[in-house]
């Protein structure tokens, strides 16, 4: 402890960096526990580095956030850029860290957050609040079969399920008429997936009241990473290991 930080988090070697991280394990035990109270009773919300507030949900053993994340800095205080103009091509340039609103208009970011790249989302100063952080696509996988996705279908690409994203999906005044909405299951878990659309590599906007793309922080190869999306059409979750990682996406993040 000498530099005064923890060594080797996940297994700590020396015994007082190993103490210390389980105080530190303890501790974010209780504050979840304290947080657990809170939301049973409907007093907590969850707040990011600049003050944007979010409602949050807890599905199974999991706690998710309720809505988008919205947030143009890093945990630790660092800016997320953006690009000016925001419609301005990326796809030459190497691990992009950026964010924007939909169509470059700061009006949609009260209800559909931003869209960031992979590698703002995966950029390990966090663009999660503290305590939360990006979810991997194995806790996404958590998250479906807690919804009733069969087990034997949890791992194929494209849909799965039945009505698992009629479940996720919500604000129906958002989403174009079709399978998602008019599900009997549309927007009974509170976490109210929304229909953002994404930002292409190339600097265009597109499917904002069609679909929502959300980041997993999981790798796959070449450039591309697992994501998750739900579109008007399917009451079904879509599975994809193909999410070109310069694309804008939403991101939801999971408590620790």
Known sequence: MGNRSITNLSAPKKNSDAATKAYVDDLRKQVNA????L??????SLKDIEGNTYKVVRLGNQVWMAENLKTTKFANGDDIPTTVPADLDISSVDDPRYQWPYGGDENNVATYGRLYTFYAAYDNRNICPAGWHVPTSEEWRILELFLGIPYDQIGSQGVR???EGSKLAGNAALWVDGNLKNDPKFDSTGFSALPGGYRSSLGSSAELGEAGYWWTSSFNYMEMSWCRYMKY?????YLSESGWRKCGFSVRCLRD
């Open 233 to 237: 059409n399917s009451s079904m979750i």
């Open 161 to 163: 399920g039945t009505n």
């Open 39 to 44: 939301m049973d009773q409907g007093l907590y």
């Open 34 to 37: 304290l947080e657990d109270i």
